[in-house]
Each structure stands twice: as structure tokens, then as C-alpha cells.
């Protein structure tokens, strides 16, 4: 890659687990030991979502962006993502339970299980969206996006923000769409199907963007990185000690809901990931002619992930949740399995630290990789599209 490369942050969705992006990204700023935007694209999906547009808001000042992100992130409790009162939990789900065997019987049922009114308090306290549109429109970054699932056209949409032409994209069952972003798009992005509400954006539903996000790592390309610096939330499995010497029980909702969120949130990442240095290995077969006539480049690919087992993090920081959501996910199975459920949802300060920590710690020991991916300077962005990319 030439030093003109433009540079792509992929973040992903993960809950609670989406601190450990911050520790990462606070790592990276004083790795690089510059104050300057080393981001020209960044790329959001589910919780990434808010951690692009927190990152972008502050675009002048990349050592303070991490560091907000940091003091955002240890700040948060389960109370400012959501109502966590068991009472009301109960009563939402009677109502939920109601209106699907009685619908016409019930003129306003509840949109989802959660009230996710807290989390958008919180971000407007903390995120400035006007200052995320300003950053793309003073070329501060190249783009922004945001991913989306749309409940009506079944499209996983990203909408993104860019100077220039409006070049939307259409792929199978995927969209980009050219939009200032604001707070709609972000908890959108994070609104997991019944735990909480859809957002309408124009004339549509929008959920949780990882749901029909076949290829995360696309609108990152789409939009012009030539390199893509991904972090990911999927951790190591436990090591074997905790896996041994306990009988398998059926499943509970816990369980299956754990499970679930695990292929939402990193299957896809995993084989777009796969699939792309595939890609690569083809592309660097080919002649100069031959890929500016397919319009295909070779991407560099730098990922990270947790280091240690998720789980066993969130069965150390367990007491923290809420006494009576904790009683509401209570799981059946042995040890060795618990712990899966509540790493997406223990938004409690012990536990948001710990991931904060290692993701700095997982970072810092890989601090020279991260000094060789960045350029040593940013490109003069164009406003003209760039090829097709190999996602």
C-alpha cells in the first residue's frame, strides 16, 4: 500500500461488549502518539454504530474522541440503555402476549420488550450529531455509515455520508443510501428484533443492522478504504478446565437467546473477513489491466478481538446487574456454559471497565502491526467514486 492509502475503521455489534472497541481505539490514539484523525472512512453496525458516530464527533482531535468514547463508555449503566424495572419488563410482555393472540383487542400494543428511551437520552447528552455531519462536510474524514436491517424490503441498508455524488449502491439484499446521519439511524442500528422498538426512517422499519448485514466489511469499500483496521467483539472460547466435568442440560431462553446473539453479531464478520483475503489472493494474480478493467484492488486487513473468553468476564462482574434482571435471565445450564448471555448485556461499570482494559492491553500487544497499517499521511479527498470493491 502507498502512504496515500485511505484507511477504513470497521466496528461491529456486540451490546455491552462494544467497550472493548474503546479500548482499542484509545490504544490506537496513543500508539500513533498523533492527535490527527487516522480514520478516513469508519464504518458502523449495531453498538458500532455509536461508537462511529462518538469517534467521528470529535474529528479535530482523535486522542480526545477515544477518550470521550472512554468516559461515555465507564459511565454507563444498565438504567441509561434501558428501563431495567422487572415490574414493567412483565407487564410490556403480557401486553406483547395480548396483542399477538388478540390484536384487534388492543389499540397501542407495546412496541418491544425493552424502553430503550433511556439509550437515546444518553446519546444526545453525550454525541454532538451536528458535529458528525460537520466532520464529513470540512473533510475531517472521508464518510461515515451506519447499517441498518430493513423490516419491509428484507435490505440490510447503510446509510452513509460523503461529499460529492450521491453514489448509492444495490447488491443482493443490500443497500447504501446517502444521508446526513443523526440519532435515528444509530438506534436504529442497535434495535435487536422484540428486546427493542424499530425506528422509522423515511417510510420505513429499521432493526439491528447485523441482522441482514451479509458483508460488514462492504460499505467500508464501498465508500473508498483501500485498508480496513477491524475490531471485532467475538471472544476466545473458555479454555478447557471450564468445559469439562459438567452435564449438558436442555437449553433455556437464556441459552437460545445467548446462541443467537453470538451468530448475529460475528458469523458474518468472520467469513466476510475470510472471504476478502480469498479475494485478495485472486487480485494479486492479475495484471494491472486486467483489474482496473474488473474495477478490483486488493484490500489489507488488519483485525482484533478479545484475547480471553467473554464469558468467564461477565460471570466475574455478574453481581453488578441488576438483582432482578439477573433473576429474569437466570439460565439452567452448568457453569461452564453461564456467562454467554450476559456479556451482551451487562452494561454495569466493573464490567464495562474490564473490557475497556483489555482491549487497551489486547491493542498495546500488538502496537507495532498498528504502527505499520496506518499511512504516514492522509490522502486529499475526492469527490468522485472510487472503483467497485472486491466486497
Known sequence: MTSK???????????????????????????LESRTEPFDVISGISVGGLNAAGLASVPEDF???????????????????FDPRLRKIFLTALKLGFATLLPKHMSNPPKSLLDSSPLRQTLLDNIDFGKVAKAVQDRAIKAISVTCSGYDSGYAVTFFDTLGEDNDWHRVRRAGRKRVLDIDEVMASAALPLLFPAVKIDNEYFGDGALRQTSPLAPAIHLGADKLFIIGTRDSPPEPHEEIDFTAEYPSAGDLGGYALDIIFHDSLESDIERL????????????????????????VFSINPSISLRSLAREHAPEMPRRLRWLIKRRTAEAAMGRIESYLLFEPGYIGALIDLGYKDAMARQEEIRDFFPTSKPAYVTTPKSVPTA
Open 5 to 31: 492509502a485511505i484507511s477504513g475503521l470497521v466496528v461491529t455489534g456486540g451490546g455491552a461488549r462494544g467497550a472493548y472497541q474503546v479500548g482499542v481505539l484509545k490504544a490506537v490514539s496513543e500508539i
Open 63 to 81: 486522542v480526545a474522541s477515544a477518550k470521550n468514547l472512554e468516559v461515555f463508555w465507564r459511565s454507563l449503566t444498565t438504567a441509561k440503555v
Open 277 to 300: 483475503k480469498r479475494l485478495n489472493t485472486l487480485v494479486r494474480h492479475l495484471t494491472p489491466e486486467e483489474r482496473a478493467g474488473e474495477k478490483l484492488k486488493e484490500i489489507d
